[in-house]
């Protein structure tokens, strides 16, 4: 697609989770090059373009003022200004701002250009140990009973394995919700504080996790990856029709 602009340029810019170490050479070079930096959190990315000697107008771009702002900033970038749009941590749009501006961009002729990094999910799909030939991204689980339950039912009968964020002010009871409802024996890892320096990674049935995090503290961030017995299953059947055929 043209790029339909006056020498003006959208960038979507991966940054670390935690490790500043994480962010690439490319994000860098795009950071130090822009006129301006959309930023979920003016303070947070300000701390991370100071650590690499950055230094760039900021302006709050985040998810209570994206649609009030957005046809502005594409108007900017449209007389030729370069702008890089950045959640707190992490690839923008993956829970974070970052879609309705790339939507509405292409909409307009502005062609995004992504700059790839660091995302909670991808390294959550490493870490887990969990089946992921197949798998999905349910962003964060519900707060309220109701929605909440509805959504582990989901993942039981999802036939895949499946990750999502949580909250630390609900991770006391979490384990128990999963052995409950999406079924004592679907494997469950518990991911906390990705690329940090108390980063900890909890594996084992959802049953085990409930009676080994009884009563426990829990502080952090968190990425949880559930395979419910139903995905393993249905993975074992199609794993004898895929040896039957090598037959």
């Not at 990315?45 to 594409?74: C, M, Q, W, Y």
């Not at 200004?81 to 970052?98: E, I, R, W």
């Not at 870490?127 to 009973?145: I, N, Y």
């Not at 909440?148 to 993942?155: L, V």
Request: aromatic residues 8%; glycine residues 8%.
């Amino acid at each position: 697609m043209e790029n339909m602009t006056d020498g003006g340029k959208l960038y979507l810019v991966s940054t670390p989770i935690g490790n500043l170490k994480d962010i690439t050479l490319r994000a860098l070079e795009v950071l130090k090059s822009v006129d301006l930096v959309a930023a979920e959190d003016t303070r947070h990315t300000r701390e991370l373009l100071t650590h690499f000697d950055i230094h760039v107008p900021l302006e709050s771009f985040h998810a209570f003022n994206e649609h009030r702002k957005t046809e502005g900033l594409l108007d900017r970038i449209a007389s030729g200004l370069k702008v890089a749009a950045v959640s707190d941590a992490g690839t923008p749009s993956v829970a974070d701002p970052g879609f309705y501006l790339a939507r509405a961009a292409i909409g307009r002729g502005i062609e995004p250009e992504v700059i790839p990094g660091v995302s909670a999910v991808t390294f959550a799909v490493t870490a887990s140990g969990l089946p992921v030939d197949k798998f999905s991204f349910w962003a964060f689980a519900p707060v309220k009973s109701g929605r909440r339950r509805a959504f582990f039912e989901a993942i039981r009968n999802s036939g895949q394995t499946v990750f999502f964020f949580e909250s630390p002010y609900r991770m006391a009871k979490l384990p128990g919700e999963l052995a409950e409802i999406v079924g004592a024996d679907a494997q469950v890892a518990i991911l906390r504080e990705a690329t940090k320096l108390h980063e900890e990674a909890l594996r084992g049935t959802a049953a085990e996790l409930a009676a080994r995090c009884a009563g426990r503290t829990w502080k952090g961030e968190f990425v949880i990856g559930i395979h419910p017995a139903s995905a393993a299953a249905a993975g074992e059947v199609e794993g004898d029709g895929a040896e039957e055929e090598r037959r």
